[in-house]
């Protein structure tokens, strides 16, 4: 009998250590070795067009950009470029991502100037001999592709002139409603307002050189790929994403902003 006591009291004693060391380890885990996990982290997803990255001709895309400014950068259509690098949804672009912005084929320019130096002189195209001679109040420098008479786009009192550090253009006041105008002959390759800090937005596209964009309008009179004449109404003037009514008028030289008032005639 105290052989049978003593053999239970054994058995209760183990039972009780038993539950002691799974409540001491109550809430741990054994550490997982996930190789999977691991593996995925170290492998970087390669992003399209990397192979084509610091190639004359490839722009590598950079948080907060859009095709529309990318384009206006470039001298290029937004549209263009979706179509250049096949984009199934010109609004979904990458961070990192390498994007074609000139042209495919033999007739494409071998270089664009990319400097964002400071200065007022446009550089010259890479067919036409470089001049440090500046360009004429008034008219457009020599050694351009075509030779364009770009009218004022709008009658008012000139509020802010170029800088290219601070205003890529001319603002110039008005009021509501007022006209705005084609400054040259040229083709809509933009037309809405989903450029930040431009409102309503015209851009047009004169030739493989030159870009003309038209900011802050009230009301868009015109569609992407209409053909546009120079001095036809394109759009009314107002005060989208602005703190007063005027138009922001920009000259952009293979993308590069110019000022507009060396280029504009004097009427």
């Known amino acids: 009998m105290r052989m049978f006591r ?15 060391s799974a409540c001491s380890n109550k809430g741990r885990l054994a550490p997982v070795d996930d190789h999977s996990v691991s593996a995925t982290r170290g492998a970087a997803r390669v992003l399209p067009g990397s192979e084509n990255a610091g190639k004359p001709g490839y722009y590598t895309v950079k948080p907060g950009d859009t095709l529309i400014r990318i384009g206006m950068d470039h001298g290029q259509s937004g ?14 672009i990458e961070t990192g991502q390498v994007l074609r912005v000139l042209p495919p084929g033999p007739d494409a320019p071998v270089t664009k100037p990319t400097s964002s130096a400071s200065g007022t002189n446009a550089p010259p195209m890479p067919s036409a001999p470089a001049t440090p001679t ?10 351009a592709e075509d030779t364009i008479s770009f009218q004022w786009p709008a009658r ?6 170029f800088d290219e550090s601070k205003n890529k253009g001319l603002d110039i006041g008005g009021k509501v409603g007022d006209p705005v105008m084609a400054a040259a002959d040229g083709r809509v390759v933009y037309a809405g307002a989903g450029l930040r ?3 309503n937005l015209i851009i047009l596209k004169h030739n493989n ?27 009314e003037m107002g005060n989208s994403d602005a703190d007063q009514v005027k138009l922001h008028f920009e000259i952009r030289r293979q993308g ?3 000022d507009p008032a060396k280029y504009l005639s004097a009427n």
């Open 79 to 92: 549209r263009d470029i979706a179509r250049w690098n096949k984009l199934e949804n010109p609004n979904l």
């Open 197 to 199: 800090g431009y409102g």
């Open 209 to 235: 050189t030159y870009l003309t964009a038209y900011a802050h309008n009230q009301t868009l009179l015109v569609k992407e790929d209409q053909v546009i004449k120079r001095g036809q109404k394109i759009a």
């Open 156 to 161: 008012g009192n000139l509020i802010s002139g």
């Open 6 to 20: 003593s053999g239970m009291w054994g058995v209760l004693a183990l039972v009780a250590a038993l539950v002691l």
């Open 134 to 143: 500046p360009p004429a109040a008034n008219a457009a420098p020599a050694g």
């Open 256 to 258: 590069k902003p110019v």
